[in-house]
T-cell receptor, first 115, second 114 residues
Framework: DTEVTQTPKHLVMGMTNKKSLKCEQH?????MYWYKQKAKKPPELMFV???????INESVPSRFSPECPNSSLLNLHLHALQPEDSALYLC??????????????FGDGTRLSIL | QKEVEQNSGPLSVPEGAIASLNCTYS??????FFWYRQYSGKSPELIMS????GDKEDGRFTAQLNKASQYVSLLIRDSQPSDSATYLC??????????????FGAGTRLFVKA
């Protein structure tokens, strides 16, 4: 079990659907991250929130829309995704904000399949 | 382009042996170094952090850092079949825009044979 909780664990959606991935942590961490990971590849950073503000956007397509309602929650809204967006989506958190030397703690991920 | 390089493997060692995993990085300003273990289909799990030159030991794991050579390694003593996984080296390079973005290596696949 991890201290970063992601829901759902699996998601299958069509290219015209709208869905959201959710992430929650109660470790008091002030930085939260979204990563995309394809099979046999390392995690690829998408977004970083520091103190609930978006601090890094790695040129992610607008069909991915992050949201940080409060310091414990992080959402990723999905709309009009493509088959190549099928991947494991990982949420992580770390102490302090961007600029921290602290390690990131990962959730179990959401395995997303686009039909 | 800031890079973290690892041998993709697979690295195969017999049970009870020492597994040695290596990683090099390109950014001399890097401050923090991490090793994550990732089982197939699972998320990365932090196993070691190291910030200063030298060795850091935690149980069967020893991380070694040499900033002059831009090299970080992970030694796993008394390897067990349950250690079979992909090991990701992660580095926080310095960013002149402020903040650190963790850069992951491609990972080394380790197989421990019973």
């Amino acid at each position: 079990d991890t201290e970063v909780t992601q829901t759902p664990k699996h998601l299958v959606m069509g290219m015209t659907n709208k869905k959201s991935l959710k992430c929650e942590q109660h470790m008091g961490h002030r930085a939260m991250y979204w990563y995309k990971q394809k099979a046999k590849k390392p995690p690829e950073l998408m977004f970083v929130y520091s103190y609930e503000k978006l601090s890094i956007n790695e040129s992610v397509p607008s069909r991915f829309s992050p949201e940080c309602p409060n310091s414990s929650l992080l959402n990723l809204h999905l709309h009009a995704l493509q088959p190549e967006d099928s991947a494991l989506y990982l949420c992580a958190s770390s102490q302090e904000g961007t600029g921290s030397n602290q390690p990131q703690h990962f959730g179990d991920g959401t395995r997303l399949s686009i039909l | 382009q800031k890079e973290v390089e690892q041998n993709s493997g697979p690295l195969s060692v017999p049970e009870g042996a020492i597994a040695s995993l290596n990683c090099t990085y390109s950014d001399r300003g890097s401050q923090s170094f991490f090793w994550y273990r990732q089982y197939s289909g699972k998320s990365p799990e932090l196993i070691m952090s190291i910030y200063s030159n030298g060795d850091k030991e935690d149980g069967r794991f020893t991380a070694q850092l040499n900033k002059a050579s831009q090299y970080v390694s992970l030694l796993i003593r008394d390897s067990q079949p349950s250690d079979s996984a992909t090991y990701l080296c992660a580095v926080n390079p310095y960013s002149n825009t402020g903040g650190f973005k963790t850069i992951f290596g491609a990972g080394t696949r380790l197989f421990v044979k019973a």
